[in-house]
């Protein structure tokens, strides 16, 4: 992860073409695609929100700390995600 704040290590705003595509699922999305899209967007921009919200689903057994970690698996050292989470999409 990242450290949040001013300075070299602030996260960078991403916008929808530096943003990698949504993962297959073998299942249907939760809400339509441009919702998810949508929300899946404000997770990568939105980081310091994210992090601060505890997640009640049941997936800290799967080493999730709060809810950035339902959407995002990972960052680059600038911040820009990477790779996302599938268990966002259900």
């Known amino acids: ?8 290590n602030a996260p960078q705003q ?3 073409a530096d943003l990698p595509p949504l993962p297959a699922v073998p299942f249907a999305y939760a809400r339509p695609t441009p919702i998810v899209q ?5 997770a990568a921009q939105h980081p310091e929100v994210l992090s601060k919200i505890p997640c ?4 800290q057994d799967r080493g ?3 809810n950035d970690d339902c959407f995002v698996a ?6 820009r995600v990477t790779a996302w989470e599938p268990h966002g999409l259900g």
Not at 1 to 8: K, R, T, Y
Not at 38 to 42: L, P, R, S, T, W
């Open 38 to 42: 949508a929300v899946f967007a404000f």
């Open 56 to 59: 009640f689903c049941g997936c």
């Open 64 to 66: 999730h700390r709060n």
């Open 1 to 8: 992860m990242f450290a949040l704040g001013c300075g070299a």
């Open 14 to 16: 991403s916008t929808p």
């Open 74 to 79: 990972r960052r680059d050292a600038s911040g």
